[in-house]
């Protein structure tokens, strides 16, 4: 490999420095501390020989400040708790009687839906859970509030956001952000208020006050690019808000991207590709709006030139002795596990298809290859997806003493490996025939959990149809990455849309419609206990989103034909 391993003597120490300066500043978008630290980190740019830009985006962010929990019944019962991004506010309060609902974490089948909207409505709901679709449930079924009991040991109290929308909405958004309060308590206070709720004779009231801020703000989205030989670009992400400190989430993805900016500038002059990295803002309270700006704004570069993403989202964790890595499925797990292997000694734990979060805005971008680095402990004890699976995630105390310097070393030469073949290699890492193969089987999966009137077998033909195409393509590629790559990419790009997406390239799913074929997943397991209405709408929901598939498989196969074609004139 032409490019030298990163150099720990000089990298680390620079990174340490870029740590220590963020453990200062609580880095939430919008705030006067975020605006600072897109200033420190342009200027250590500078220093290093880059030419940085910052964009400047506007974003609706909504910011928590405030939330509290009592029972008028109970003055003496003292309870800490934190309201969510895109919550709704009530300064005022609101009173209501609670109720436990024991079915949070269930679907909830159609024909007894009316039932379930009936126990709920017009009380302030104690639940399990408190991710957005239920929220939105909750909401549609007049519920006055949520209180989200979290169920990991920690006392600590994170923070998260209930906001629905990916990224920025556009005006028919307005109507699904929540009209409800939603708080959240720890494990210790949840089982005193259960006990309180099940002892008490009859409805016991509640009193929820949250106070957020939301506005439209202009923030700061740094970018650097390090040009190489072809106009073809690799993007290097990571989010540099944070809920306080946030020196795990994400000053350190932050510092690994800054020290893969000063070493790949070094070895400019070698590189075939260039690298383009972006510190997004808005991934915490604008729900990714940085990010999703970025792709709306730069959607034509992105999908001429762009050959992959690789977002950096709190590496460097302490305990976080495990790798595991975030694929989209058109990688070649060889070359995934290859960084791992040179660094560690050993593979990846695993390798798993991305989840729906960590700034994934660019499905309807054209890129080939999305992945990224998690990390996690030997033995995990908390419900925390983040932090590489550290109590601490989204709390006051992401502090600097949660960094191991040593791991934080380690994921930044993995990723050295990665992007020293990606901007070096004439051919990309690619893997059609495996991820068709992977489409094939999580499709048929899903057939297996729809309804029989929901018949997946021409989507299935379809995928089987183009094996044959694809095969002598990716044959001729190995031979000549050059003649064949570009068709190859516009295949699995379309194949990402498929495995990823639900709509078209301009709009965005819902943030919590993620899995495979999302348009389609949402059909499982309902249909035989669905209301004639329901199952009108579910049955139209399938010949679109059937018809959207048969599509992209055309074109792919179409895209196929037309190479072998031109191969043979």
């Not at 030298?4 to 990174?15: C, D, F, V, Y």
């Not at 390798?351 to 990390?375: N, V, Y």
């Not at 490996?417 to 051919?427: F, G, K, R």
């Not at 991820?435 to 057939?447: G, H, K, T, V």
Request: hydrophobic share 40%.
């Amino acid at each position: 490999m032409p490019v030298n391993e990163p150099h720990a003597g000089t990298l680390l120490p620079l990174m340490d420095g870029l740590l220590r300066q963020f453990s200062l500043l609580h880095r939430l978008s919008g705030s006067s501390d975020a605006e600072r630290s897109a200033v420190y980190l342009a200027d250590l740019l500078r220093h290093h020989g880059l030419a940085p830009r910052i964009e400047k985006c506007a974003l609706l962010l909504s910011n928590p400040v405030s939330g509290s929990l009592q029972l008028p019944g109970f003055p003496a019962w003292r309870c800490s708790a934190k309201t969510r991004s895109f919550s709704a506010g009530c300064p005022q309060g609101v009173d209501a009687p609670l109720f436990y609902d024991m079915r949070s974490t269930d679907d909830v089948p159609d024909n007894q839906l009316a039932q379930w909207s009936a126990q709920v409505k017009g009380k302030i709901v104690i639940a399990d859970q408190g991710f957005e679709d239920y929220v939105q449930r909750l909401d549609a079924a007049g519920a006055l509030g949520l209180i989200h009991i979290w169920w990991s040991g920690e006392t600590a109290l994170h923070e998260e956001t209930v906001g629905p929308v990916w990224g920025t909405p556009v005006p028919d958004d307005r109507h699904r952000y929540p009209r409800l309060p939603v708080v959240s308590i720890n494990r210790q206070q949840g089982r005193e208020l259960l006990a309180l709720y099940q002892q008490h004779p009859g409805p016991l009231t509640a009193r929820l006050h949250t106070e957020l801020q939301v506005a439209v703000t202009e923030c700061s989205l740094p970018v650097v690019e390090i040009a190489g030989k072809s106009a073809e670009f690799v993007l290097l992400s990571s989010h540099y808000d944070s809920w306080h400190e946030g020196v795990t989430d994400n000053a350190t993805g932050n510092a690994l991207c800054l020290a893969m900016a000063v070493h790949f500038h070094q070895h400019r002059h070698e590189l075939k590709r260039g690298l383009r990295i972006a510190w997004w803002p808005g991934h915490s309270n604008a729900r990714y709006g940085g990010s999703t700006w970025y792709a709306d704004r730069f959607r034509r570069q992105l999908a001429q030139h762009c050959v992959a993403h690789i977002n950096v989202d709190s590496p460097g964790c302490m305990e976080a002795l495990q790798v595991v890595i975030n694929a989209s499925g058109a990688e070649q797990p060889d070359f995934l596990n290859r960084a791992v292997r040179q660094v560690t000694g050993h593979p990846a734990q695993r390798i798993t298809p991305l989840g729906k979060g960590g700034d994934q805005s660019f499905w309807g971008s054209g890129l080939p290859l999305h992945f990224a680095l998690r990390e996690e402990p030997v033995n995990k004890n908390t419900l925390s997806p983040g932090s590489g699976g550290g109590w601490w995630w989204h709390t006051e105390a992401d502090t600097y003493d949660k960094v191991d310097l040593d791991i934080l070393w380690r994921d930044s030469r993995i990723h050295g490996y990665w992007l020293a073949e990606l901007l070096t290699a004439a051919a990309l890492p690619l893997d059609p025939l495996g991820y068709r193969d992977r489409l094939f089987e999580e499709m048929r999966e899903l057939q297996d959990k729809l309804d029989p009137a929901f018949d997946l077998g021409p989507v299935l033909d379809a995928m089987t149809d183009l094996q044959g195409d694809l095969r002598r393509v990716v044959s001729f590629w190995q031979s000549d990455a050059q003649a064949w790559q570009a068709a190859i990419v516009t295949v699995l790009a379309l194949w990402h849309r498929l495995r990823y997406s639900s709509t078209d390239d301009f709009h965005y799913d819902l943030s919590y419609h993620g899995g495979a074929f999302p348009g389609l997943r949402i059909l499982k397991d309902h249909a035989a206990q669905a209301t004639p209405e329901t199952f009108l709408m579910m049955t139209t929901q399938f010949y679109r989103q059937r018809d959207r598939a048969l599509d992209l498989l055309a074109r792919s196969a179409q895209t196929l034909r037309m190479a072998l074609l031109r191969d043979q004139a």
